[in-house]
């Protein structure tokens, strides 16, 4: 059961115009969500997070927005770059029932064509 | 260290054998966690150390698989008579707080043979 769901394996995005990288859940306990960037033969390094009292988050040129009512949450790049490719995974967890084990999503890959 | 570090970064073994894998996470973080992730799929939860609490052991795949947590610090992960399907990279996280704070190794690649 697939509880955080990432339906695009892949994709490749002009650099300067805007990735958006998209994720489902089915958990509505789910009340805490994150974004990881994954190089090859690194550990996943965090990007952003929401808490689901917000629809969004912005972090320079890294936007995460939640839509309760959809269960999707989605990434935005902009303007992305060629150190952007990676595969980006989308996480959740139940922080307010004390839970603090992280779900992940399969990944969607990344790539910036210059 | 300023990081979590893993060990062995690689590691080869035959069906059948058991293999260790080890994870000294970030000082004063007091949970730790071990994801793997399979080929073309998801980070998939394992178990989960917090503080001096019994682990959460409820993502183990079978009893060939057991972890414990020394002093509070290094984790080793065990799997007994490993099988092909036992072939993922291990990850380690360890983190002061839930979420954010998770920092991960660069993870144990295990390939069964």
């Known amino acids: 059961d697939q509880q955080v769901k990432q339906n695009s394996p892949s994709l490749s995005v002009q650099e300067g115009r805007i990735s958006i990288l998209n994720c489902d859940y089915t958990?509505?306990?789910?009340?805490?969500f994150l974004w990881y960037k994954k190089y090859p033969a690194e550990g996943p390094t965090f990007l952003i997070s929401?808490?689901?009292?917000?629809d969004k988050n912005e972090d320079g040129r890294f936007t995460v927005f939640l839509n309760k009512s959809a269960k999707h949450l989605s990434l935005h790049i902009v303007p992305s770059q060629p150190g952007d490719s990676a595969v980006y995974f989308c996480?959740?967890?139940?922080?307010?029932?004390?839970?603090?084990?992280?779900?992940f999503g399969t990944g969607t890959r990344l790539t910036i064509i210059p | 260290g300023a990081g979590v570090s893993q060990s062995p970064s690689n590691k080869v073994t035959e069906k059948g054998k058991d293999v260790e894998l080890r994870c000294d996470p970030i000082?004063?973080?007091?949970?730790l966690y071990w994801y793997r992730q399979s080929l073309g799929q998801g980070l998939e939860f394992l178990i989960y150390?917090?503080?001096?609490?019994?682990?959460?052991k409820s993502g183990l795949p079978s009893d060939r698989f057991s972890a414990e947590r020394t002093g509070g610090s290094v984790s080793t992960l065990t799997i007994q008579r490993t099988q092909q399907e036992d072939s993922a990279v291990y990850l380690c996280?360890?983190?002061?707080?839930?979420?954010?704070?998770?920092?991960f190794g660069s993870g144990t690649r295990l390939t069964v043979v």
């Open positions: 996280a360890s983190s002061l707080r839930q979420g954010s704070g998770y920092t």
């Open positions: 958990n509505s306990m789910f009340d805490y």
């Open positions: 929401i808490s689901s009292i917000k």
């Open positions: 996480a959740a967890l139940a922080a307010n029932f004390g839970n603090e084990k992280l779900t």
């Open positions: 000082s004063g973080h007091t949970a």
């Open positions: 150390f917090q503080g001096n609490s019994a682990p959460d």
